[in-house]
């Protein structure tokens, strides 16, 4: 057993700690309900800025990256061409999962690394994991709880269209690559709706809040009986 698995099975262990995922479609507003979340006391780890992290030019990941793709996937400051890459994985799954196998691990170490470094701090704290493709990669074994961001699939694409200045089948064919909205929602422990105004949705954000700090002091209870 790896030291990242020894340390996520602690993690879990740990009933003082709460850790939620929070996770939904594109163009859901997912981080709009991070940021409410993190107002009200839930600091938040966003996988997208690990991801970044992990293959920044000279890292073991993007050296990686760079063997197998080829010198084609760098721009010229020697970053990775995110908008290539994603369009070469896009059409070809082999491809698709050897980069997942490159930075999948390295990814998950660095959560690790920083929910450690937040329990230090804090160590009866809730912390929120920001992960658009949770349920695609299989990430809910990180988790304790999975919230899902909904907004009907057609506020999807319009939104999409709107925020990226595509089409709709360009919209469409984007939302065709990750798991319907309507899937994630039954899968999630809570659904917060966010296709209304943002006081509607920061109303069910508090809600949600504090069923968070009522099952957190659930947990607690159940370690000290």
């Given amino acids: 057993m790896t030291h990242t698995h020894i340390a996520l099975k602690e993690l879990q262990r740990d009933t003082r700690v709460l850790l939620i995922g929070i996770t939904g479609g594109i163009a859901s507003g997912?981080?709009?309900?991070?940021d409410m979340l993190e107002e009200l006391?839930?600091?938040?780890?966003?996988?997208?800025?690990?991801?970044?992290?992990?293959?920044?030019?000279?890292?073991e990941a993007w050296k990686e990256i760079v063997d197998y793709f080829g010198p084609d996937v760098l721009q010229k400051d020697g970053t990775l061409d995110r908008k290539k890459l994603s369009s070469i994985i896009f059409h070809d799954k082999k491809k698709r999962e050897v980069l997942e196998r490159i930075t999948h691990p390295r990814i998950i170490e660095e959560f690790i690394g920083d929910v450690?470094?937040?329990?230090?701090?804090?160590?009866?704290?809730?912390?929120?994991?920001?992960?658009?493709?949770?349920?695609?990669?299989?990430?809910?074994?990180?988790?304790?709880?999975?919230i899902v961001v909904y907004i009907p699939?057609?506020?999807?694409?319009?939104?999409?269209?709107?925020?990226?200045?595509?089409s709709?089948?360009?919209?469409?064919?984007i939302l065709e690559a990750q798991l319907p909205i309507d899937q994630?929602?039954?899968?999630?422990?809570?659904?917060?709706?966010?296709?209304?105004?943002?006081?509607h949705t920061r109303?069910?954000?508090?809600?949600?809040?504090?069923?968070?700090?009522?099952?957190q002091k659930e947990r607690l209870k159940g370690e000290n009986r």
């Fill in 30 to 34: 997912k981080s709009t309900v991070a």
């Fill in 41 to 59: 006391g839930a600091p938040a780890i966003d996988f997208d800025v690990i991801a970044r992290k992990v293959v920044e030019p000279g890292k």
């Fill in 116 to 146: 450690y470094e937040i329990r230090h701090k804090n160590p009866e704290v809730i912390i929120q994991a920001v992960i658009p493709l949770l349920y695609e990669v299989g990430l809910q074994h990180l988790v304790h709880k999975v």
């Fill in 153 to 166: 699939q057609d506020k999807q694409i319009e939104r999409l269209v709107k925020r990226d200045n595509i």
């Fill in 168 to 173: 709709r089948e360009e919209a469409a064919r």
């Fill in 184 to 199: 994630k929602a039954n899968r999630a422990d809570f659904v917060i709706h966010n296709e209304r105004s943002l006081a």
């Fill in 203 to 215: 109303k069910q954000v508090s809600a949600l809040w504090e069923t968070l700090r009522s099952v």
